[in-house]
């Protein structure tokens, strides 16, 4: 890590997407990303840009799970010379459920490379890569007899 002012950059980021996850914030979370981001999720298999990136994983995780948090404490992190680009690893957890509505933890991985955007000056990412860790059941359903967000219909995840 290059400088304190950088790693304080770079955990804001991280605690500013957590928060766009728990609160199932879209329009939040889009400008934190480059819209031609390359991502490996923990459904989707490879997108290749953002619209794609909410499509095919958020839109499919976000709303099916609850308390995502990223463990700041395990943060590795490397960062380039000029500080322009940063790879960020670290494990996060969310709460799953099962199609009973009974509860799981889901612990996963996650890779994640910014790159400073060079009008605003923020941290982007250009390619995000969420891993569960290995036993962790890869579906996630939200009932709505689990009244957790409020919708109509039951979802699940694929």
Request: net charge positive; glycine share 6%; proline share 5%.
């Amino acid at each position: 890590m290059k400088s304190s002012k950088v790693k304080s950059e770079l955990i804001d980021w991280l605690k500013t997407f957590e928060d766009c996850v728990r609160k199932v914030d879209y329009e939040r979370a889009k400008p934190m990303f480059y819209p031609d981001a390359y991502c490996f999720g923990s459904v989707a298999e490879l997108v290749q840009s953002l619209d794609s990136l909410v499509k095919k994983q958020w839109s499919k995780i976000w709303p099916n799970s609850k308390e995502f948090a990223f463990d700041i404490d395990q943060l590795c992190c490397h960062v380039d010379d000029q500080e322009k680009m940063a790879c960020l690893i670290l494990p996060w957890t969310s709460k799953g459920f099962h199609k009973d509505g009974s509860s799981f933890r889901r612990p996963g991985r996650v890779t994640v490379v910014l790159l400073k955007d060079v009008e605003s000056g923020a941290w982007r990412a250009i390619h995000t890569h969420y891993s569960l860790t290995p036993g962790t059941p890869k579906n996630t359903f939200l009932s709505i007899k689990l009244g957790l967000r409020g919708e109509k219909t039951s979802q699940e995840n694929p």
